[in-house]
């Protein structure tokens, strides 16, 4: 089972955008799809109730519950799991880190997201520095330029890697949750669904690199410990 976590010091970041647009698109590639829903505003949780299609599946949790959700889900058979926390609250972004194979970290390009970072880097550090990436979100469609640009300055000044692929500002990101859809579900061929595939494309290679690099150096303790 895959595991993704979405964490934030900010409201208003785009993390639950993130999550349902990024669950719908697992959806879509035949993966049987789950998200626990930590946050108190249960906004994902809300967004299923007006959603007529089975998956993906949404459980709203408190995060002491959140290692038996995980287990019942995989039991269940869920194979690819995001966990949306809320906007600021530190012990739930550490304890979804940990569970996680991976981090997102949507972000803004505003300086009052950026100067978050630090912060989230220091709860990455308690959670024991899990793999963790910015998602950079809310680019003006016409700013290619100025998304490189940020991307850039994540990575030099704040030390994150940054996902290849950003989200822009579209209205369907918006609209599409008012029904419990995703904006891919309302424009299957439109620039949303381009960019959500392009992050869910990164997040299974990137989640499967490293699941590759954790199998070599187990088998490297192991021909070590024989020898």
């Not at 739930?92 to 972000?107: F, G, S």
């Not at 700013?143 to 940020?150: P, R």
């Not at 990575?155 to 989200?167: D, K, N, R, T, Y």
């Not at 309302?186 to 290679?205: H, I, M, N, R, S």
Request: overall charge negative; charged content about 25%.
């Amino acid at each position: 089972m895959l595991k993704i976590a979405i964490i934030g010091q900010k409201g208003g970041t785009g993390k639950t955008t993130l999550t349902l647009g990024l669950a719908v698109t697992a959806a879509n590639n035949k993966h049987a799809v789950g998200i626990i829903d930590l946050d108190p505003q249960a906004n994902a949780a809300n967004w299923k109730d007006r959603r007529e299609a089975d998956n993906p599946v949404v459980i709203s949790a408190q995060v002491s519950r959140l290692k038996p959700t995980l287990e019942a889900m995989e039991a269940g058979g869920v194979d690819f799991v995001i966990i949306d926390t809320p906007g600021r609250s530190d012990s739930v972004a550490i304890e979804a880190a940990r569970a996680a194979d991976l981090v997102l970290i949507p972000t803004h390009t505003q300086i009052f997201d950026l100067e978050t970072l630090p912060g989230v880097r220091d709860l990455l550090r308690v959670a024991g520095d899990p793999p963790a990436y910015i998602v950079i979100n809310g680019v003006h469609p016409q700013a290619t330029k100025g998304a490189i640009e940020a991307k850039e300055l994540v990575e030099s000044m704040f030390g994150f890697p940054v996902c290849p692929a950003h989200l822009c500002h579209r209205s369907g990101y918006a609209e599409a949750p008012t029904t419990g859809k995703a904006p891919q579900e309302l424009e299957p061929d439109g620039k949303a669904a381009a960019e959500l595939e392009q992050v869910y494309k990164f997040t299974c290679e990137t989640i499967n690199m490293l699941r590759g690099e954790e199998h070599g150096q187990s088998k490297s303790r192991k021909t070590t410990r024989s020898a």
